[in-house]
């Protein structure tokens, strides 16, 4: 009985009075998000809204030609669910359920990655720059203990600083690290850094080779 009715599920169809289907659109058991689909979406709206050209000091102090300021597009709604639905698959990926980085860069893409139907078992967290001196005094702020396995984010990666210094906090905090991920990789050495920190994989979604390919600075 129960197999009979799945299939009169799957099978049905709605019909115009005089007998005739009406067009449908395929019946999906689950959602399934269209990861390239995603990544181009991302990629588009980082060219469009963060890509800024002009000389700009980084916060390494370093003097740069261009910027990318990520949060311009993760607080635009499509870049917010492109980059969120890449980010909950990486989560999925390396089994985390939490995911978080350094404040305030974190804060969007975590935001994001708990937003999308794919993220719906995640929690998010952010780590401070100083532990409160009141409370509970805690340097990761979120729905997370020790033992929590948890995808660290980052919103660019220039030297990889503050990602290793957040990644140190989250083990002082008893958290797990499964992995790492960027929503932009500046190329700039980051990454190096970031894994010997996190001893766990890490990748970013997309490099500045990607979002400015005629960058003057390019290998």
């Keep these: 009985m129960i197999y009979s009715m799945w299939v009169s599920v799957i099978n049905w169809r709605p019909l115009r009075r ?24 991302l990629l588009d709206e980082l060219r469009e809204h963060s890509l800024i050209l002009g000389e700009v000091t980084l916060a390494s102090g370093a003097v740069a030609q261009y910027y990318v300021d990520a949060r311009r597009t993760l607080m635009r709604p499509p870049g917010f669910r492109a980059a969120g639905e890449l980010i909950a698959a990486a989560a999925a990926e390396v089994g985390a359920t939490a995911v978080g980085g350094p404040a305030t860069a974190a804060i969007p893409p975590a935001c994001a990655a708990i937003a999308v139907p794919a993220g719906a078992d995640l929690v998010a967290f952010f780590v401070r720059s100083a532990r409160k001196e009141h409370g509970l005094q805690r340097w990761v702020e979120g729905p997370v203990e020790a033992g929590v396995r948890c995808l660290v984010v980052e919103d660019t990666v220039t030297t990889g600083g503050s990602t290793a210094q957040a990644i140190e906090r989250v083990r002082e905090e008893g958290l797990e690290v499964a992995g790492v991920i960027a929503v932009v990789d500046r190329l700039a050495g980051g990454a190096e850094k970031i894994e010997a920190a996190a001893d766990a ?19």
Excluded: C, F, N
């Design 18 to 41: 005089d007998g005739s289907d009406l067009p449908t659109a395929p019946l999906r058991m689950a959602a399934v998000t269209d990861l390239d689909a995603a990544k181009q979406t």
């Design 201 to 219: 994989p890490y990748r970013a979604l997309l490099t500045i080779d990607e979002i400015y390919p005629d960058r003057p600075d390019r290998d």
